[in-house]
């Protein structure tokens, strides 16, 4: 893993830094939810992965692919939280200090 991680370290530069961003699109875009049967076939299926990799069920080319896919999976998911945690933050601190959430052209920063 070790191994993985420091030959494909731009990979998962990139990974955290898309994830930071969509995070911080996130909090500002409120699109339509996921369904909670989706979501849990979703977690059902990630948590396949993660198992079917641990075990080593897949050999050579594809299991590495597979590890590489889910470390990659992990840490967009960590920059999502930590981006939408920072936004949040962001948006929060200028509404409770009354401070401007309006650009030059009138369109507003913050989604009520």
Excluded: N
Excluded at 91 to 97: D, G, I, K, N, T
């Amino acid at each position: 893993m070790v191994y993985l991680a420091g030959f494909h370290w731009g990979w998962l530069v990139a990974s955290l830094l898309l994830g930071l961003a969509m995070g911080w699109i996130a909090v500002v875009h409120r699109g339509r939810e996921v369904s909670k049967s989706a979501a849990r076939w979703l977690s059902v299926l990630v948590l396949a992965l993660v198992v079917v990799a641990l075990m080593h069920v897949v050999p050579g080319r594809f299991g590495y692919w597979l590890d590489l896919g889910l470390v990659m999976f992990g840490v967009y998911l960590v920059g999502c939280a930590v981006g939408s945690w920072l936004r949040d933050g962001v948006v929060s601190r200028q509404a409770a200090s009354g401070g401007p959430t309006e650009h030059a052209g009138g369109t507003s920063d913050v989604l009520e």
